[in-house]
């Protein structure tokens, strides 16, 4: 059976109110990754079998039969690997994350949205002289709503409540932090409740990650380097917060979405969603504060404060957040460079979908009739909020581009340089016919094959060593600096990088400028350079490892169906084992995971300032080297490779791939040159897809226009009604968006539009009948909404 991986990696917009439509996209994304999951399970799921079935919402029961109509050609995983928000999508991201790594629920958060995200609940308290002042403008602001807003705002409800907002605390943000805090605790609470150590939705092996942006009011310092000055100093405010959750082994997780760290998602939304003016800047104190008055504790704060917020406590403190959307609102880069991390256990299908709540119609750019001068006002509130929150996207998914043009050269440079290498290390291997290599013989092969390589390459050589050289000596500095900020000492990591090419002039000498030379001089020193690489150089083996993965990978799409006896699961449980010691390598440049006598012995290095001793440079290298223990790792890759390559693989498999791993010195000496980076990871294309409500394609041809979008994406925070429709259409048009996305990702096979068709409707109706007992404040929603999926996929 062919195995594809539908990988999501998902951005979440900012926008207010809209986090409530947003919600409703979450809820449908968990669903289909949950179903998923069940289809995936070991034990198939049969629909028929009510006990089965009975904790399975309706609408996870659809989406198991959608992937179900694609057996027994091809077997479907929808995963999601990587999470992006800022913002109101900020506060989902951190939702749906804690809900995948986990396998949580999140049905009880519709009461979050629905009940408390109501004006009236969010304000501040008000007493006093205040309220009773203010409460004689009751007249002038109705006049005010009536005339000003008429046009726009026609429920009674809503004016009355912008009225009781406009008596709230002036010049002071009229929104509680601290409310808002407790109920996003409570609901963490309620997720937790059916928390499991060992359930998740993360597939064995792979890893989540979250990332939520925060804008610091007052930004850190940052030293650049340039040429007069020698150094300037610039202000950082923006801060990606970054979680995760990685699957070891089965039931083994390593995570951060764990109860432990409920606080330290409830302070990221919290940052995240600070929308200027609307609620106070967060602060680490007021997150204390709540905390201490409902009598819970934070026992990660310090790994949050240190790891992840990054910084010292007494900073920390010191500092005041405000929403992320200020400084990104659309957060693709940090998805874009995660996605480049990814292993694929399977064939995999790259979409990276963004929820966009208000999609621009394209006639936003239209210059207004008449007078085109903005007033002072307007002027004000477009340039602290409208414009910087809605920067375009266009540089991001000209990234994303320029990283399939990538793969693409890649797969071509590869290509081409397949039929020297076969030959050369044709050369190399003995003939032993379909007989494995013992781990000897590979280790032999590789060294000669690593040899030959550098020897034919010749001149070549040289820039592709110095290329290396340079990118390990930057890798290396940063790993100095980072231990040394572990252990207390502020050590920049420009003047590491500057010793270390001290370090590297002194130790190489480029061998046609030997003559140049006086006796007296001592002669080249390679054998520092290749020491420096071989106790270092942790790039480069995970370059191989890459490099054999992706040749795995061409086994699902071009050979395994040659060789009939290739069971498609081991090649999943071969590449599972490589993509372990790929994590193993990439631990490596991990500060935390060295002994803290490392971390203080770099921290020495700064006792001089700018000028570092090389001597003790060299002596912090060769203690980091030895930790990282390469030579022997090399040695286990061998061991791994021949043992389980000859479990896993027939034995035509088993050679092409060996032939791989030992040839891979041949391709590197190419690739890297042209491409510099360790991009064997996933060479697949990235497709993009939308989710917004301009692509309900399937009940509505133009789409429509969300209720929040009103009072400046504030509007549903007045409006119970409102809440329901946006909520309820976020389910429905992310139905249809996944269901389309799934489709188009599956080319192998293509559904009968009648069927559907079907699954559609279904889709639709389960997740009328599941929300229908909940929504209740417009009589007319739900029918309004069955007479539509009547009228355009017909009815029983």
């Known amino acids: 059976m062919k195995q594809i991986e539908i990988r999501l990696a998902l951005v979440f917009y900012g926008g207010v109110s809209l986090a409530i439509y947003m919600h409703g996209v979450s809820r449908e994304i968990l669903n289909l990754v949950k179903a998923s999951s069940c289809h995936g399970a070991r034990e ?94 009751s007249p002038v602001i109705d006049r005010m709503i009536t005339s000003g807003l008429k046009a726009q705002i026609t429920s009674a409800e809503t004016r009355e409540k912008l009225r009781l907002l406009t008596q709230s605390r002036w010049f002071t943000p009229p929104f509680s932090g601290e409310r808002y805090i407790g109920w996003m605790l409570d609901a963490c609470r309620e997720m937790d409740r059916d928390w499991r150590p060992k359930a998740t939705l993360v597939p064995n092996g792979q890893t989540l990650d979250l990332f939520v942006t925060l804008t610091d009011y007052h930004g850190r310092s940052q030293r650049i380097r340039i040429d007069e000055p020698v150094y300037i100093d610039e202000r950082e405010h923006r801060r990606i917060l970054k979680f995760s959750c990685h699957h070891r082994t089965p039931g083994v997780l390593d995570s951060q979405f764990t109860p432990a760290f409920a606080p330290a998602h409830v302070f990221a939304a919290r940052a995240t969603s600070s929308f200027p003016g609307a609620f106070p800047p967060a602060t680490i104190g007021e997150m204390d504060k709540v905390l201490a ?30 929403d992320g959307s200020v400084v990104m609102n659309k957060p693709f880069a940090p998805v874009i460079a995660a996605i480049g991390e990814r292993p694929a256990t399977r064939e995999v299908a790259r979409r990276l979908v963004y929820v966009d709540p208000v999609p621009s119609s394209g006639e936003r750019g239209k210059l207004p009739e008449g007078d085109s001068v903005p007033g002072f006002f307007r002027v004000i509130l477009s340039s602290l909020a409208h414009i910087p929150r809605n920067e375009p996207i266009g540089d991001d998914l000209r990234a994303i581009e320029a990283r399939n043009r990538r793969a693409r ?84 990591e420009e003047d590491v990088i500057e010793a270390m090419r001290a370090f590297l002039r002194d130790a190489s000498v480029v061998e046609g400028q030997s003559h140049s030379r006086s006796k007296a001089e001592p002669q080249a020193r390679p054998d520092r350079i290749i020491a ?64 803290s006598e490392i971390a203080e012995a770099a921290a020495e290095l700064a006792v001089g300032g700018s ?21 022997n790792l090399d040695r286990l890759h061998d061991d791994v490779f021949a043992v389980m390559s000859f479990t896993y693989l027939v034995p035509l498999l088993r050679r092409e791939l060996t032939r791989a791993y030992i040839g891979f010195a041949f391709y590197d000496l190419i690739t890297l040159p042209v491409f510099q980076r360790n991009d064997f990871s996933e060479v697949n294309e990235t497709l993009v897809d939308r989710i917004s409500p301009r692509d309900a394609s399937s009940l509505l041809d133009e789409g429509f226009q969300l209720k929040g979008s009103a009072l400046n994406t504030f509007g549903a925070f007045f409006n119970r009604s409102w809440r329901e429709h946006d909520y309820l259409w976020g389910r429905l048009t992310a139905a249809d968006r996944l269901v389309a996305i799934l489709q188009s990702s599956i080319q192998a096979k293509r559904l009968p539009q009648d069927q559907v068709r079907g699954l559609r409707r279904r889709l639709f109706l389960a997740i009328l009948e599941e929300e229908q007992p909940f929504l209740t404040a417009d009589p007319e929603l739900i029918p309004s909404i069955e007479a539509m999926i009547a009228s355009r996929l017909g009815s029983d």
């Open 44 to 137: 198939p799921l049969d629909l028929e079998d009510e006990a089965s079935c009975a904790l399975l919402s309706p609408t996870t029961r659809v989406y198991i039969a959608l992937l179900q109509a694609y057996d027994p050609d091809i077997n479907v995983r929808v995963v999601v690997d990587t999470i992006a928000g800022a913002s109101a999508g900020g506060v989902n991201g951190v939702m749906l994350s804690r809900a995948i790594a986990h396998d949580l629920p999140l049905d009880d958060h519709r009461n979050l949205w629905l009940e408390n995200a109501d004006v009236t609940k969010l304000a501040q308290p008000q007493d006093g002289l205040s309220r009773f002042l203010k409460s004689g403008m």
């Open 293 to 322: 008055e409902r009598g819970e504790t934070w026992d990660t704060r310090m790994s949050f404060l240190t790891n992840i917020l990054g910084g010292t406590e007494d900073d920390l403190l010191r500092r005041a957040f405000v």
């Open 409 to 492: 050269r890649l797969a071509e440079v590869i290509a081409d340089t397949e039929p020297m290498v076969e030959r050369e290390v044709g050369r190399i291997l003995p003939d032993a016919g379909d007989k494995p290599l013992t781990i000897e013989e590979l280790t032999q092969c590789r060294t000669v094959a690593n040899e030959a390589a550098h020897r034919q390459a010749g001149y070549a050589h040289l820039g592709y060593q110095t290329l290396k050289l340079q990118a390990l000596a930057e890798r290396v500095s940063s790993l100095i600096a980072a231990l040394s900020a572990r252990a207390g000492v502020i050590l920049q």
């Open 532 to 595: 420096f690489l071989r106790l270092l150089d942790v790039d480069y083996r995970i370059r191989r490892l890459r490099f054999v993965v992706r040749k795995l990978n061409s086994f699902y799409q071009s050979r395994a169906h040659e060789v009939a006896a290739q069971k498609p699961d081991d090649l999943d449980a071969l590449k599972r084992e490589l993509y372990e010691q790929i994590d193993k390598l990439q631990n490596c440049w991990s500060a935390q995971s060295y002994p």
């Open 611 to 631: 000028s570092i001793d090389l001597s003790q440079l060299e002596a912090v290298m060769e203690q980091i080297g030895r930790h990282m223990g390469l030579v």
